[in-house]
């Protein structure tokens, strides 16, 4: 069962949803961003939803999904409910990096494993007693910056333009992005910040113009992430552009348009599949997902709704492993649930292999990761 609801009626429409229905033998919370300026990362983690496995161990599984508008206080009322009023046994979500951190109290406090679909890895790094509880079903900022480093050393670069969310994510990619381009001699010129509502980024695009960097990292996700580029391209700019996963969505190449003809990205095997050989353990799965995706909706989901539906592979995992110590709707389920999520080992997703530990929430290795360029409009491996 899915319950879709927009952002402003969210506190009237949980008031009446939750009282009609018994408690599910596992019931998981979901919020995404369906609507606001996130939309396009949150549409195809809505519509994976319904995807999701629907039994694990012998249990049915229950999903209640609400719509955070992409607005982080929202979020916190729509996670404050489920834990409270639907008492969830896990949280899948929310979409946005700023949004998961601001909720990350909440899980811990409830004991309520969480599954943010997000970029930014201080959603679960440094380890804290509250991030604990909090899982990441991307590749952890470390992963994608260390590809990008490397394919910038090997061509030569050496003086980067830095532009990114003014939040968590990009706050993130700054971090780590500038420690790893100072350890290999990369010069980083120009730092720039912008805000995922804007409309505009002439002033900081004039900026890193001026600066003259051999290439410039853009840090930003969904069709927000194609803006600095496009502005800089229409003001003259020759080098190369590098993206994050988080561009990794067919709205980046149409708002992009030329210019994002040679960008190179890493991101899941999802977006060059066809390229993948069928060596490939995740291909399988990737491909199931996005026919089953293709035929319930009549288009390819993005990858963003890979990380959902991964999160609910993890799920399906975990839950007969906590069934043994505990019943749903208890603390003591939550809590093996929780455990048993970390003691995940070579779980096969759509996205790569999972193994996850105390120190490691994320859990992917290489295997989660391609470095991609794109050719004549299209996404393909980098060869």
């Known amino acids: 069962m899915n319950i879709r609801i927009p952002g402003a009626a969210l506190a009237a429409a949980l008031a009446l949803a939750f009282p009609l229905h018994a408690h599910a033998q596992v019931k998981v919370g979901v919020v995404v961003s369906a609507t606001g300026p996130t939309a396009l990362v949150g549409i ?17 599984i229950e999903y209640i999904t609400l719509d955070d508008a992409s607005d982080p206080t929202q ?8 834990i409270t009023e639907a008492r969830v046994d896990a949280l899948i979500g929310p979409t946005g990096s700023p949004n998961s951190m601001s909720v990350l109290q909440f ?23 509250q991030k604990k509880w909090a899982f990441k079903t991307t590749q952890n900022t470390e992963i994608i910056a260390q590809a990008l480093v490397q394919d910038m050393v090997a061509r030569g670069i050496k003086t980067v333009g830095f532009i990114g969310f003014a939040d968590a994510y990009g706050d993130d990619w700054y971090q780590v992005f500038s420690r790893m381009a100072k350890d290999k001699g990369l010069n980083l010129t120009v730092v720039e910040r912008y805000q995922r509502t804007d409309s505009s980024v002439t002033g900081q695009a004039l900026k890193l113009l001026a600066a003259k960097p051999d290439a410039i990292l853009v840090a930003g996700t969904g069709g927000a992430a194609a803006l600095p580029q496009a502005t800089l391209a229409q003001q003259g700019y020759k080098g190369r552009f590098y993206q994050t ?6 709205a980046f190449l149409k708002f992009a348009g030329k210019s994002a003809e040679g960008t190179i990205l890493a991101a899941s095997l999802m977006l060059v599949l066809p390229e993948i050989p069928d060596s490939n353990p995740s291909k399988p799965i990737a491909q199931d997902y996005i026919q089953r995706y293709e035929a319930k909706y009549g288009e390819k989901p993005a990858t963003f709704g890979a990380n959902v539906y991964d999160a609910g592979l993890l799920l399906q995992h975990a839950i007969p492993v906590a069934l043994k110590s505990a019943r749903p709707g208890t603390p003591e389920f939550r809590r093996a649930l929780r455990d048993a999520l970390e003691q995940t080992h070579e779980l096969v997703a759509t996205q790569g292999v999972y193994t996850m530990s105390p120190e490691d929430h994320s859990g992917f290795d290489q295997r989660g990761r391609e470095l991609i360029t794109v050719k004549d409009g299209a996404w393909t491996l980098l060869k």
């Open 44 to 60: 195809p983690q809505k519509n994976t939803v319904p995807l999701l496995p629907t039994q694990a161990g012998g249990q049915n």
């Open 75 to 82: 979020t916190v009322t729509a996670f404050k409910k489920l």
């Open 107 to 129: 899980a811990a406090e409830s004991g309520t494993p969480m599954l943010a679909p997000v970029g930014a890895a201080s959603v679960v790094l440094p380890m804290t007693e």
């Open 245 to 250: 996963h988080g561009a990794a969505l067919p």
